[in-house]
Structure formats: structure tokens, C-alpha cells
């Protein structure tokens, strides 16, 4: 009797020409990479899992990253001018940013000064510990200026877990959702990995991105393995992202 073996079917065999939305591999502004070393060492791992468009994303958080248009713009060109022509020829870096959803984001969102992802995408994030009193209005508030509000990694906010219903909520508000590809093992946890399941088997996943912040992240990325199913639906979601903001 003959066994047949299933192939294994690894994320990184999906991520050739991936467009990557959310990463955090601009030197020294956030908790991402720490100085030009690591931005390079990060871009060139990256770039070998076949990822040549980066959008990298540094948090804006007034009380821990109070970034500005200034410091991500120094920060993007710090790591251009450190890039060897080659590797720039073969990669796009367009910066934007990480939102945290709070009052300092609410008025920088009146002056309509954000760093979108492209065009009116503008990617944001919540606490993890509690979400925004008023974060119905915030989301309204982003709508009504023009932007579309792509809400990072929604499978990680856990007060959600027990309340799976508020997700269909947020859609209708009008939040496009962007899944951590890390969270399709148990990298942050197994609750995590079976909200992102649940979310993705419900389709309320629009768009995915790596979050990358060190070369940990790229090590699990890189040996991460799919079930049939996930590998089918993530090839979708994958496709879609790569669509929606690739500038080639």
C-alpha cells in the first residue's frame, strides 16, 4: 500500500513580489529596527523571502513614538542614502505610518496631515489593553475626512476575542482589516492565532502585512507552514493587497 505525502505548503512560497503594508524596519524611531545595520540586514532577509515593495510603518504614539512628518521623512532618507544602488534598483520604499487612535491622532487627523498608505489608506492602531472610549467617532471622524481606516492587526486585541461580533460591527463602520501574518501560528498567543482563523474563515480579512520588527519575526515568517485551506484563502488576500498598493 502506497502513503502519499502532502507537499508542505509554506507562507513564504506566497510572498514572491508581496507588497508589504506594515513593517517597521526604519532605523531608530520606534521598536522597530534600532539603527541603519539593522534596517539593512531586515530589508535584504526580507527581500530574500521575495518581498521588493515596502511600505514601512513607524508608530506614531504620542506618549511613547511622538513621530512626525519630519522625523519618518529623516528616517527614510538616513536609509536611502545607505542603500547600495543595486538593492535600491530592485526594491520600492514608500513610508507612511502607524496610527495610534488617540487624541493627538484626532487632531492631527483635522488637519488632515497623515502619511497614508496610498492615496486615502491610512493604517491604524488601537491599545491593547482597551480600546478608545469614543472609537466609533474616531472611526466616523476618519471616513468623513476622506480617509479609509485600515485597522492593523485586529485579530491581537484581545478584549475582541469574547466579543466576536463587534468585528461584523467594525466592518459596517467601514474598517478595512489587516491581519499579521505572524498571527497565523501561536507567535502572540493562541487566542490571537484562532481569532485570526475565526476572521479569516468569516472573509473579514481585507489585506495583510508582516509587521516586522526584527529578524526573529523574518526567521518565523520564513518556516511557518499553512493548512490547505489558509494557504487557499491567504493567496486571495495576498493577491488583493498586492493589487491594491503596488506601485510597479
Same mark, same amino acid.
Given at each position: 500500500m502506497f502513503h502519499f505525502?502532502?507537499?508542505?505548503l509554506f507562507l513564504k512560497d506566497l510572498l514572491e513580489d508581496f507588497v508589504d503594508i506594515h513593517n517597521h524596519i526604519l532605523p531608530g524611531?520606534?521598536? %522597530?529596527?534600532?539603527?541603519?545595520e539593522d534596517s539593512l540586514r531586515l530589508i535584504?532577509?526580507?527581500?530574500?523571502? %521575495?518581498? &521588493?515593495?515596502?511600505? @514601512?510603518? @513607524?508608530?506614531?504614539?504620542?506618549?511613547f513614538y511622538p513621530n512626525t512628518d519630519?522625523?519618518? %521623512?529623516?528616517?527614510?532618507?538616513? +536609509?536611502? %542614502?545607505? =542603500?547600495?544602488? &543595486? =538593492? +535600491?534598483?530592485?526594491i520600492t520604499l514608500n513610508p507612511a505610518a502607524e496610527y495610534m487612535m488617540d487624541s493627538h491622532f484626532e487632531s492631527l487627523l483635522e488637519s488632515r496631515n497623515l502619511f497614508t498608505l496610498k492615496k486615502n489608506y491610512v493604517l491604524v492602531e488601537m491599545s491593547y489593553f482597551q480600546a478608545p472610549i469614543n472609537l466609533e467617532d474616531i472611526i466616523f471622524k476618519i &471616513?468623513?475626512?476622506g480617509y479609509i481606516p485600515v485597522l492593523a492587526h485586529p485579530e491581537?486585541?484581545?478584549f475582541y476575542h469574547n466579543h466576536l461580533e463587534y468585528y461584523e460591527r467594525l466592518k459596517q463602520l467601514g474598517c478595512i482589516f489587516q491581519l499579521n501574518l505572524l498571527s497565523l501560528?501561536?507567535?502572540y498567543g493562541k487566542n490571537v492565532e484562532k481569532t485570526a482563523s475565526y476572521l479569516m474563515n468569516e472573509k473579514l480579512i481585507d489585506f495583510v502585512g508582516t509587521d516586522i520588527h526584527n529578524e526573529k519575526h523574518i526567521s518565523k515568517l520564513s518556516? +511557518?507552514?499553512?493548512?490547505?485551506?489558509k494557504h487557499e484563502d491567504l493567496k486571495e488576500i495576498i493577491n488583493h493587497t498586492n493589487r491594491t498598493f503596488s506601485v510597479i
Amino acid at each position: 500500500m502506497f502513503h502519499f505525502f502532502s507537499k508542505k505548503l509554506f507562507l513564504k512560497d506566497l510572498l514572491e513580489d508581496f507588497v508589504d503594508i506594515h513593517n517597521h524596519i526604519l532605523p531608530g524611531i520606534d521598536d %522597530g529596527a534600532k539603527n541603519i545595520e539593522d534596517s539593512l540586514r531586515l530589508i535584504k532577509k526580507m527581500k530574500a523571502l %521575495g518581498i &521588493k515593495q515596502f511600505i @514601512p510603518t @513607524p508608530h506614531v504614539m504620542q506618549d511613547f513614538y511622538p513621530n512626525t512628518d519630519e522625523t519618518i %521623512g529623516d528616517a527614510y532618507q538616513v +536609509l536611502l %542614502g545607505a =542603500l547600495d544602488s &543595486k =538593492l +535600491l534598483a530592485s526594491i520600492t520604499l514608500n513610508p507612511a505610518a502607524e496610527y495610534m487612535m488617540d487624541s493627538h491622532f484626532e487632531s492631527l487627523l483635522e488637519s488632515r496631515n497623515l502619511f497614508t498608505l496610498k492615496k486615502n489608506y491610512v493604517l491604524v492602531e488601537m491599545s491593547y489593553f482597551q480600546a478608545p472610549i469614543n472609537l466609533e467617532d474616531i472611526i466616523f471622524k476618519i &471616513k468623513t475626512q476622506g480617509y479609509i481606516p485600515v485597522l492593523a492587526h485586529p485579530e491581537r486585541y484581545s478584549f475582541y476575542h469574547n466579543h466576536l461580533e463587534y468585528y461584523e460591527r467594525l466592518k459596517q463602520l467601514g474598517c478595512i482589516f489587516q491581519l499579521n501574518l505572524l498571527s497565523l501560528s501561536d507567535h502572540y498567543g493562541k487566542n490571537v492565532e484562532k481569532t485570526a482563523s475565526y476572521l479569516m474563515n468569516e472573509k473579514l480579512i481585507d489585506f495583510v502585512g508582516t509587521d516586522i520588527h526584527n529578524e526573529k519575526h523574518i526567521s518565523k515568517l520564513s518556516n +511557518l507552514v499553512l493548512n490547505k485551506r489558509k494557504h487557499e484563502d491567504l493567496k486571495e488576500i495576498i493577491n488583493h493587497t498586492n493589487r491594491t498598493f503596488s506601485v510597479i
